[in-house]
Nanobody, 119 residues
Framework: QVQLVESGGGLVQPGGSLRLSCAVS????????RGWYRQAPGKERELVAG???????NYADSAKGRFTISRDNAKDTVNLQMNSLKPEDTDVYYC?????????????WGQGTQVTVSS
């Protein structure tokens, strides 16, 4: 199991921006994908944006055109730039990593970071 440390959440006004960052502890040689998910109380966790080891990206419809996921290989972090934020973007955001160790696939999660969009 690896540790994921998230940062960058907070309170922002509608139309503002936030940048979430997720750092992974330890070195992993076989990462399938990394992503950001969101979860509201009583609801299932859902994908916001993902990025594969090959650099391919995918986004939830609600995130397209406003959010950008990227990797910083030097720092081994994955970032989510969120622009034009709306009140409906308010949620707890979780970083995820999907990787392989000795032929077995794992999913690990960060502790979550609160994003609140409100005036």
């Amino acid at each position: 199991q690896v540790q994921l440390v998230e940062s960058g959440g907070g309170l922002v006004q509608p139309g503002g921006s936030l940048r979430l960052s997720c750092a992974v502890s330890g070195r992993l040689s076989s990462i399938n994908a990394r992503g950001w998910y969101r979860q509201a109380p009583g609801k299932e966790r859902e994908l916001v944006a993902g990025i594969t080891s090959g650099g391919g990206t995918n986004y939830a419809d609600s995130a397209k055109g406003r959010f950008t996921i990227s990797r910083d290989n030097a720092k081994d972090t994955v970032n989510l730039q969120m622009n034009s934020l709306k009140p409906e973007d308010t949620d707890v955001y979780y970083c995820n990593i999907n990787y392989i160790v000795r032929g077995r696939t794992y999913d690990d999660w960060g502790q979550g970071t609160q994003v609140t969009v409100s005036s």
